[in-house]
T-cell receptor, first 111, second 115 residues
Framework: GENVEQHPSTLSVQEGDSAVIKCTYSDSASNYFPWYKQELGKGPQLIID?????GEKKDQRIAVTLNKTAKHFSLHITETQPEDSAVYFC??????????FGAGTILRVKS | SAVISQKPSRDICQRGTSLTIQCQVD?????MFWYRQQPGQSLTLIATANQGSEATYESGFVIDKFPISRPNLTFSTLTVSNMSPEDSSIYLC????????????FGPGTRLTVL
């Protein structure tokens, strides 16, 4: 089955700096790659996603890049703010199949 | 995106008892999912629940332990049966986007503690 590895497990950045979280996956048939943000005591919130026919997608301060050849995708957060502090999960799926999640990254933005 | 609510938001239960968690969506959806998130861990899919058919369980999860109902297109329940402290987790429901894509939206979760 699909295996998703996520790095780093924890990430501390200074407010205003950029943060990058990377995931690698094993199943070349995977074609959907969402990122979720989970704040303490809340459910995961979809923040951005990308499909296999696109190499990069941006939404304000958040961007996701996908390298299908190397089977990895990354979340980029620019100009980080304290409210970006949360746990971030990557996931993959093959169309119509279940989501498989990475282990998560705890992001701390220090002000 | 769909608005999803779960009840209860949290509970503390005694071992050997059962708890039923409700998931309500503000629109009709075909596919609903139940996940478990153990303390400090990632999300693990328990089962997929489609209206009008039996739930499909993932490896390691069985219907006797986690019976699921899906009586209509906006509601589902997950029961955690004969609980033990190892069942202490956050239980999350999610729904698939109405457009039939892979996109899933999650409810707020039910935080369960078993003593």
């Amino acid at each position: 089955g699909e295996n998703v590895e996520q790095h780093p497990s924890t990430l501390s950045v200074q407010e205003g700096d950029s943060a990058v979280i990377k995931c690698t996956y094993s199943d070349s048939a995977s074609n959907y790659f969402p990122w979720y943000k989970q704040e303490l005591g809340k459910g995961p919130q979809l923040i951005i996603d990308i499909r296999s026919n696109v190499g990069e997608k941006k939404d304000q301060r958040i961007a996701v890049t996908l390298n299908k050849t190397a089977k990895h995708f990354s979340l980029h957060i620019t100009e980080t703010q304290p409210e970006d502090s949360a746990v971030y999960f990557c996931a993959t799926s093959e169309y119509g199949n279940k989501l498989v999640f990475g282990a998560g990254t705890i992001l701390r933005v220090k002000s | 995106s769909a608005v999803i609510s779960q009840k209860p938001s949290r509970d503390i239960c005694q071992r050997g008892t059962s708890l039923t968690i409700q998931c309500q969506v503000d629109s009709q959806v075909t596919m609903m999912f139940w996940y478990r998130q153990q303390p400090g861990q990632s999300l693990t899919l328990i089962a997929t629940a489609n209206q009008g058919s039996e739930a499909t369980y993932e490896s390691g999860f069985v219907i006797d332990k986690f019976p699921i109902s899906r009586p209509n297109l906006t509601f589902s329940t997950l029961t955690v049966s004969n609980m033990s402290p190892e069942d202490s987790s956050i239980y999350l429901c999610s729904v698939e986007d109405r457009g039939g894509t892979d996109t899933q939206y999650f409810g707020p979760g039910t935080r369960l503690t078993v003593l």
